[in-house]
């Protein structure tokens, strides 16, 4: 009994992990799952759910009777599902794009120089970056509707590119660079622009990283903005086809879901060690 407790003791924190690990995979296996059953069996699981019927709804662990059946039908009789994977890449890749020739200057401006209001200004980055979206929505949809941008991927795309978030990151990053190095290469005889290709760019390369990496996360799941934005569906990015799948074809949706978090895990799992570094910058003191 005393060797139980002294396990439990020593090991509490682990165990609590690994139940919440637990909880968060149990409905990722769920759609993984449920992306091979049958429309037969996935209707039959959930009757209750689906059409009101008696009795329990039932999910099983396995399929069974496995198939690919879901996939092909998204894959190769669903035109929507790939215009919409295409608007998301449409308004996605840009949105990076500009993050990059927006943030990183602003990043290394707040991090290298001093100029008046600087402390006011990144106080208002601060303040913009932890408002929710919808605290600024009505304002943001009267702006774009006032330059005729509403409806276009541009509503999209504009806002984002000016994100504060990012700017917050890299310029965490570029301020851990040593100043003797910047010094050294003044000495050398290397100008601003130099020092910003030579030295903050290859020192700040993980801030950077962990900054696209959090962006393309946030922007492929968008929900929100799009659907503020974009009144024609035919501009709608993926993250708003799932939930406009018809009830009838659930097995569709989970594979569309697997289907659209197959990016954002490769992209996850390749930048993961960028976004550590991140996380661990962001909570820097200055």
Known sequence: MNYFRNFIKKNI???ILLLFAFLIIIPLWMVISGSFIGKNEITRNLAPVLSDGKGKAFWPI???YPTFRPYIELLLDSPAFFAMFWNSCKQVIPI???QLLIGVPAAWAFARFEFPLKKIIFTVYITLMIMPFQVTMVSSYLVLDHLKLLDTNFAIILPAIFATFPVFIMMKFFSSIPADLFEAAEIDGANEWN???????PLGNSGIMSALVLG?????????PPLTFLDDKSNWPLSLYLPNIATDNVGVSLAASVIMMLPALLIFLFGQSYLEDGIKASGLKE
């Open 96 to 98: 990076l794009i500009g």
């Open 195 to 201: 020092i910003f290709i030579r030295i903050g760019i």
């Open 13 to 15: 924190a682990a165990l």
């Open 216 to 224: 393309f996360l946030e922007q492929w799941n968008a929900i929100e």
């Open 62 to 64: 396995l399929p069974q």
